[in-house]
């Protein structure tokens, strides 16, 4: 088993920025590549961003292209979000999500879920 558990989520104006963070424990955190999804109300949960094992790869939603970065320490066994210019579209629970091996973009590959954190950008 893997625990996720997400923080720094919360109210920032549009164009502003914000870094949400993921801590993992309970097995080996560089075996697992590590993915960020958001879901808004309403909507389906979507793709954000993922990192491999080593994070030397990362792949990113249209969404979140060119202005979000996904970083990882495997020493420290966290995975981080920064979000600069962010828009009120960006409003969403935000969720850290692990799997063995190699990173994806697919929700369904993903084994392990941590609980979101709120993400709220005002206009």
């Known amino acids: 088993q893997v625990q996720l558990v997400e923080s720094g989520g919360g109210l920032v104006q549009a164009g502003g920025s914000l870094s949400v963070s993921c801590a993992a424990s309970g097995r080996t955190f560089s075996n697992y590549a590590m993915g960020w999804f958001r879901q808004a109300p309403g909507k389906e949960r979507e793709f954000v961003a993922s990192?491999?094992?080593?994070?030397?790869?990362?792949r990113y939603g249209d969404s979140a292209k060119g202005r979000f970065t996904i970083s990882r320490d495997n020493a420290k066994n966290t995975v981080l979000l920064q979000m600069n210019s962010l828009t009120p579209e960006d409003t969403a629970v935000y969720y850290c999500?692990?799997?063995?091996?190699?990173?994806?973009?697919?929700?369904?590959?993903?084994?392990?879920w941590g609980q979101g954190t709120q993400v709220t950008v005002s206009s």
């Open positions: 999500a692990a799997r063995r091996n190699f990173l994806s973009n697919g929700i369904d590959a993903y084994d392990y």
């Open positions: 990192i491999s094992r080593s994070g030397d790869r990362t």
